[in-house]
Every structure is written in C-alpha cells, then in structure tokens.
C-alpha cells in the first residue's frame, strides 16, 4: 500500500512546529514534507527544482496550505495545483490564520476542498489536527491511491 504523505506548506517555524507536534500527539505517524514557501511546494508538486526526479506516485494525500507565503502566495499555489492535470483533483486543505471573507471565497473558488483557520489554542489545534488526520488520511478516498 503507498504511503500517505502530507505536505505542509508553511512558512513559519512556529506554526510548523507546532503542526507537527500536533499530529505527533493525535499519532498521525505519516510523512510530513515541509516546504517554506509557495515556490517551493510548486517545484515539489511538479517534480521540477530541487525535487527534479520525482514521480506522480509520490503525490501527497493532502496539502495542508497557508495562504501568506513568500515568494508565491497560497492562492496562487493553488491556482497552479488545480491548473495542473496533475495535480488537479489533489486535496487541498487551507490552514490558515486568515479570517478574512475575500480569502475564504477566493480559496474556495480556486478549488480548495476545505478552509481551516487555525486555532490559537493549542489544544484546539491538536484537535483541530485529530480530525484532520482522520477524515483526509483515513476516511477520505484519494484519487491518488492504488487499490
């Protein structure tokens, strides 16, 4: 069975920090990729850069991503991934601190399959992280996986 990936797009070392303790705790045991900013995430989604050499079937699962990164923004990442033949049907979860309404609709209009705000509290956010886990590397079927 392929491994279940998950990229995390994040620029902040914190919020990283804090992401992957969150799924240690909730015991998501799977892979996390981190790239730090949105030129980054596109060479791994596309296999081109540093990331030249991989193939499709290292796809994530999932990319959980932030819209305010350097270099290319989360929307325009996502803009690219749904763009892509690729990568289209990639399950895009946007975690963000962002609240605002035109972020919120403007993700959901390039795609994004769900728009999380992250929590401040920690303990909202290993919950937060529990169930993300569970619905989109457990429960969810991904086009990505073979049978």
């Given at each position: 069975?392929?491994?279940?990936?998950i990229?995390?797009?994040?620029d902040n070392?914190?919020?990283v920090?804090l992401t992957?303790?969150a799924?240690r705790?909730s015991?998501?045991?799977?892979?996390?990729?981190?790239?730090r900013?949105g030129?980054?995430?596109?060479?791994?989604?596309t296999?081109t850069?540093r990331y030249?050499?991989?193939t499709v079937?290292?796809?994530?699962?999932?990319?959980?991503?932030d819209?305010?990164?350097?270099?290319v923004?989360g929307?325009?990442?996502?803009?690219a991934i749904r763009?892509?033949p690729?990568?289209?049907f990639?399950?895009v979860v946007?975690?963000?601190?962002?609240a605002?309404?035109n972020d919120?609709l403007?993700?959901?209009?390039l795609?994004?399959n769900s728009?999380?705000r992250?929590?401040?509290?920690?303990e909202?956010?290993?919950?937060?992280?529990?169930?993300?886990?569970?619905?989109w590397l457990?429960?969810n079927?991904?086009?990505f996986?073979?049978h």
């Amino acid at each position: 069975m392929k491994k279940k990936i998950i990229l995390l797009v994040e620029d902040n070392p914190d919020d990283v920090d804090l992401t992957l303790r969150a799924f240690r705790k909730s015991l998501i045991a799977n892979e996390v990729v981190v790239t730090r900013d949105g030129a980054e995430a596109l060479e791994y989604l596309t296999s081109t850069g540093r990331y030249a050499g991989m193939t499709v079937k290292e796809l994530p699962q999932v990319v959980l991503l932030d819209l305010h990164l350097p270099k290319v923004s989360g929307l325009e990442v996502l803009r690219a991934i749904r763009a892509d033949p690729n990568t289209r049907f990639l399950p895009v979860v946007v975690l963000t601190s962002s609240a605002e309404e035109n972020d919120i609709l403007e993700s959901y209009g390039l795609g994004a399959n769900s728009y999380i705000r992250k929590p401040v509290d920690f303990e909202q956010f290993l919950d937060a992280a529990r169930q993300l886990g569970l619905y989109w590397l457990v429960l969810n079927q991904s086009p990505f996986l073979d049978h």
